[in-house]
């Protein structure tokens, strides 16, 4: 079975400064790999995904994500974070079953962000 | 807009109760799921479907009931037999291609009382 581990529960950084989420996987095949945030009481927004092709993937609001087969990570990067993005953020590995795409998620960090 | 509403947002139940959790999308989409969050724990797999009249259970379903009479709406019965409801759920849906991205409700609070 899949999983997906967060090692980082919190990140505190400064207005400005980059930012670096982790995400370590487990998955027998080729995974497809999902970054979501989530603001408090809210659903959950996806950031970028991973699918195949260019291992460096571009999202939304100015994150990227690098998908590293070798050390089956896929670690979610900004260079400099706004005080908007505090929030909490979720790496999941998607396997598909059918026409149906199961979601192993991560147990999230949560970043706090100082002006 | 396109898109999945949830709803109530905010529901409370007394012990012994079942409750239903409303979710309608217009996207079209084939596939459904409902997730359940609790604090430290990520999202939970409850049930899916991936077409009309059909649905699987996911990781933790026992407690639970849904049904998918029309493509664009997939409730959630949470029943007297889950021992823990209190949580947060979310709808979310997708569509029939592989690595498809699935997009999310807004998320309903259930509260045991």
């Known amino acids: 079975a899949q999983s997906v581990t967060q090692p980082d529960i919190h990140i505190t950084v400064s207005e400005g400064a980059s930012l670096e989420l982790r995400c370590n996987y487990s998955?027998?095949?080729?995974?497809?790999l999902f970054w979501y945030v989530q603001s408090p009481g809210q659903g959950l927004q996806l950031l970028l995904k991973?699918?195949?092709?260019?291992?460096l993937v571009q999202g939304i609001k100015g994150f990227e994500a690098e998908f590293k087969r070798s050390q089956s990570s896929f670690n979610l990067r900004k260079p400099s974070v706004h005080w908007s993005d505090a929030a909490e953020y979720f790496c999941a590995v998607g396997v598909n079953t059918g026409t149906a795409s199961k979601l192993t998620f991560g147990t999230g960090t949560r970043l706090q962000v100082t002006l | 807009d396109g898109g999945i509403t949830q709803s109530p947002k905010y529901l409370f139940r007394k012990e012994g109760q079942n409750v239903t959790l409303s979710c309608e999308q217009n996207l079209n989409h084939d596939a459904m799921y409902w997730y359940r969050q609790d604090p430290g724990q990520g999202l939970r797999l409850i049930y899916y479907?991936?077409?009309?009249?059909?649905?699987q259970k996911g990781d933790i379903a026992e407690g639970y009931s849904v049904s998918r009479e029309k493509k664009e709406s997939f409730p959630l019965t949470v029943t007297s037999a889950q021992k823990n409801p209190t949580a947060f759920y979310l709808c979310?849906?997708?569509?029939?291609?592989?690595?498809?991205?699935?997009?999310f409700g807004e998320g309903s609070w259930l509260t045991v009382v």
């Open positions: 991973y699918f195949s092709g260019d291992t």
């Open positions: 479907s991936q077409i009309v009249n059909d649905f």
């Open positions: 979310a849906s997708s569509i029939r291609t592989a690595g498809n991205t699935i997009y």
């Open positions: 998955y027998g095949a080729t995974p497809y």
